[in-house]
């Protein structure tokens, strides 16, 4: 069984910087594609950004040139590098795993990023 666990969220002003983490434990298989998705109060679940196991990366526009994604593959880890945050940004963020070779898809429990002064 896989699962994600989201870590790095909390409160930031605007203008400031987070890092969050998704760990992923079970049985990764090697081609996959892990995202991190937001849903701020009220609003629909949005994607973010994604990188493939090759390293081929998306981002919203929204997020561009903010935002980075990364991951350490031998950690099963995905990092989230927000930058330049702003109020707009607060949300609660998901980590996603999509393991292309069985389409199994998991979900992590989220984790709160609050910008705001």
């Known amino acids: 069984q896989v699962q994600l666990v989201e870590s790095g969220g909390g409160l930031v002003q605007p203008g400031g910087s987070l890092r969050l983490s998704c760990a992923a434990s079970?049985?990764?298989?090697?081609?996959?594609?892990m995202r991190w998705y937001r849903q701020a109060p009220g609003k629909e679940r949005d994607f973010v950004t994604s990188?493939?196991?090759?390293?081929?990366?998306r981002y919203a526009d929204s997020v561009k040139g903010r935002f980075t994604i990364s991951r350490d593959n031998a950690k099963n880890t995905v990092y989230l590098q927000m930058n330049s945050l702003k109020p707009e940004d607060t949300a609660v963020y998901y980590c996603?795993?999509?393991?292309?070779?069985?389409?199994?898809?998991?979900w992590g429990k989220g984790i709160l990023v609050t910008v705001s002064s």
């Open positions: 996603y795993l999509n393991l292309l070779s069985i389409g199994m898809e998991y």
């Open positions: 079970g049985s990764i298989h090697t081609y996959n594609v």
């Open positions: 990188m493939t196991s090759g390293g081929d990366t």
